[in-house]
């Protein structure tokens, strides 16, 4: 019975296949690149996943010997050294740090300082050079003055050195004029 249905079996599949309806989606030519990339990413991610395993073995593995190398050297002293040498480094940075500081104050205290002192200078000058304007309009003023009367007194010492001639007709002037424009009188006595 077996073998019979051995032999039956082709037929029954076949008259099977005739009554049923299958579909297939048509694939564009995206979505198939997808579905390739998708394979390919994951093939990839498992290669990587595998690579990240071997790796990470070995390095426990070499842990591991550096463990056992520092606990045969002894380290422990030769940290407390350095450990030592970097507190005293920050010590040191530190004062320095702190004496930097005290400069730059000092600096900008000694600027401010100048610059003060600098405004004063500059309104000390200011001052002083309004004073020489008017004292030297004071000085031309008493050099006009005294330029003035030293012809006046020169005219007038002329004037009595001169004989006393009696001319002819012709008007005097009652005023001469000085060669600076400034007007000397004189008297006619």
Same mark, same amino acid.
């Given at each position: 019975?077996?073998?019979?249905?051995?032999?039956?079996?082709?037929?029954?599949?076949? !008259?099977?296949?005739?009554?049923?309806?299958?579909?297939?989606?048509? *694939?564009?030519?995206?979505? /198939?690149?997808?579905?390739?990339?998708?394979? $390919? $990413?994951?093939?990839?991610?498992?290669?990587?996943?595998? @690579? @990240?395993? $071997?790796?990470?073995?070995?390095?426990?593995?070499?842990?591991?010997?550096?463990?056992?190398?520092?606990?045969?050297?002894?380290?422990?002293?030769?940290?407390?050294?350095?450990? *030592?040498?970097?507190?005293?480094?920050?010590?040191?940075?530190?004062?320095? *740090?702190?004496?930097?500081?005290?400069?730059?104050? =000092? $600096?900008?205290?000694? =600027?401010?300082?100048? /610059?003060? !002192? =600098?405004?004063?200078? +500059?309104?000390? @000058?200011?001052?002083?050079?309004?004073?020489?304007?008017?004292?030297?309009? +004071?000085?031309?003023?008493?050099?006009?003055?005294?330029?003035?009367?030293?012809?006046?007194?020169?005219?007038?010492?002329?004037?009595?050195?001169?004989?006393?001639?009696?001319?002819?007709?012709?008007?005097?002037?009652?005023? +001469?004029? !000085?060669?600076?424009?400034?007007? @000397?009188?004189?008297? +006619?006595?």
């Amino acid at each position: 019975m077996i073998s019979a249905m051995h032999d039956t079996s082709p037929l029954l599949f076949q !008259a099977a296949a005739q009554d049923t309806v299958v579909m297939l989606v048509a *694939r564009d030519g995206l979505a /198939t690149v997808a579905g390739v990339a998708s394979v $390919v $990413v994951s093939i990839v991610l498992l290669v990587l996943l595998g @690579i @990240i395993t $071997v790796l990470f073995f070995q390095l426990r593995k070499v842990a591991l010997q550096l463990n056992g190398m520092m606990k045969r050297l002894e380290m422990d002293p030769l940290l407390d050294r350095s450990r *030592r040498v970097a507190e005293n480094v920050d010590f040191i940075t530190l004062a320095i *740090r702190s004496d930097v500081e005290m400069v730059n104050r =000092s $600096v900008a205290q000694l =600027s401010d300082r100048l /610059t003060q !002192a =600098s405004d004063r200078m +500059e309104e000390r @000058i200011a001052d002083f050079n309004a004073l020489m304007e008017v004292v030297q309009g +004071e000085a031309e003023g008493v050099f006009v003055d005294t330029a003035s009367t030293v012809r006046g007194v020169t005219a007038g010492a002329r004037r009595l050195q001169e004989p006393r001639r009696r001319r002819p007709a012709e008007p005097r002037p009652r005023h +001469e004029p !000085a060669h600076d424009g400034v007007v @000397i009188e004189v008297d +006619e006595e």
